[in-house]
């Protein structure tokens, strides 16, 4: 079926239709519908090439990504939230570029992509607390929003975040109400500022009880499973050994967990374990009941957001730069309990 052939079928214009499927303002919402659930029916996409052509736009959005980030970025996570962000582009008829570039060719990525016009614009990953890209975009004028924030970064810009600080100051909160006074922290790399929040959250709590940080039972690297396990084990060996941890993010709290059980502890008895969970697609948190204690916020959906926002940005459909800031949901697994007596 062709856009004549569906607009005859409605018994509207080609313009209102074409238009309703765009995403313009100056259409009823109830037009809107009634034309997507049409085009669905019939299997109708349109023509990118021609509304590229009508548009002047690309009908691209960029992603670029650094070969040293490629474990902390290209993992589960990342996964997930590029399939939001895909869900997001293919319903608007927005495709995606992905490009893996060398760290020292990361600048020129974004000034090519600005300059050859292959892009309508991109999302950011993994902000620094002290971002370069984000005064480089504001210069280069390519519209873009980032996943997370830059604390340091005066630039006006598009964000979305989970509380990152909120988040991981209830996890400690929790386990302080349930008697845990030696909390361990595997975090990811603290010059991204998600992890920075997340420490400084935990911090916050501890300190609020009178309870000092102990550097011994803070570690910081990249978020896998051998990284949870090898600084767990660490922990464990030591003469005053940590109660609970907290992980950020599902992946390394698979490492604590392993490294628990090979001495011979109970996970939610001898130690206590929280961690922030994406809620992965392919790596849940189990089924029904969650294995692991958890704040929860879901990346998939948070992609699936970002790519709105961008594209509300490059069809002119907001003014000035838009601000989320999310919640995580605190959900109570099988992975905390009391803190056990000494």
């Known amino acids: 079926m062709n856009l004549r052939e569906l607009s005859d079928l409605l018994g509207l214009s080609q313009t209102t239709v074409s238009r309703a499927l765009n995403g313009y303002p100056e259409v009823k919402?109830?037009?809107?519908?009634?034309?997507?659930?049409?085009?669905?029916?019939?299997?109708?996409?349109?023509?990118?090439?021609?509304?590229?052509?009508?548009?002047?736009?690309?009908?691209?959005?960029?992603?670029?990504?650094?070969?040293?980030?490629?474990?902390?970025?290209?993992?589960?996570?990342?996964?997930?939230?590029?399939?939001?962000?895909?869900?997001?582009?293919?319903?608007?008829?927005?495709d995606m570029r992905v490009s893996v570039v060398d760290d020292s060719d990361e600048a020129k990525a974004y000034e090519r992509l600005a300059t050859t016009g292959k892009v309508d614009g991109v999302i950011v990953h993994g902000p620094l607390i002290d971002d370069e890209r984000i005064p480089l975009l504001d210069r280069l004028g390519l519209p873009f929003v980032?996943?997370?924030?830059?604390?340091?970064?005066?630039?006006?810009?598009?964000?979305?975040?989970?509380?990152?600080?909120?988040?991981?100051?209830?996890?400690?909160?929790?386990?302080?109400?349930?008697?845990?006074?030696?909390?361990?922290?595997?975090?990811?790399?603290?010059?991204?500022?998600?992890?920075?929040?997340?420490?400084d959250g935990y911090r916050a709590a501890l300190e609020a009880r009178g309870i000092a940080v102990d550097p011994m039972l803070t570690h910081a690297f990249e978020m896998t499973e051998p990284f949870g396990y090898a600084k767990t084990c660490e922990m464990l060996r030591s003469d005053d050994p940590p109660t609970a941890i907290i992980a950020s993010s599902l992946i390394p709290a698979l490492g604590v967990r392993r490294a628990v059980e090979e001495r011979g502890l109970t996970i939610g008895k001898d130690v206590s374990i929280i961690c922030f969970d994406d809620a992965l697609s392919y790596l849940p948190n189990g089924t029904g009941s969650p294995i692991f204690t958890a704040t929860r916020s879901s990346v998939r959906d948070a992609g699936r957001r970002c790519g709105e926002m961008l594209m509300d940005q490059i069809e002119d459909r907001t003014a000035g730069p838009v601000h989320e800031l999310w919640e995580a949901e605190l959900v109570v697994g099988g992975s905390t309990g009391p803190a056990p007596q000494r």
């Open 29 to 94: 919402e109830a037009t809107r519908k009634r034309v997507t659930e049409a085009a669905e029916t019939h299997n109708y996409y349109p023509n990118t090439r021609a509304k590229s052509l009508a548009t002047g736009r690309t009908m691209s959005i960029g992603h670029v990504i650094p070969l040293s980030s490629q474990h902390e970025m290209v993992n589960c996570v990342f996964s997930d939230f590029i399939a939001g962000a895909g869900e997001a582009y293919a319903r608007q008829g927005y």
């Open 146 to 199: 980032v996943h997370g924030r830059s604390s340091n970064c005066t630039a006006p810009y598009s964000w979305l975040d989970v509380n990152n600080r909120s988040a991981f100051r209830r996890a400690t909160d929790f386990l302080l109400d349930l008697g845990h006074v030696r909390i361990g922290l595997v975090n990811g790399f603290e010059e991204m500022d998600f992890a920075m929040r997340r420490r």
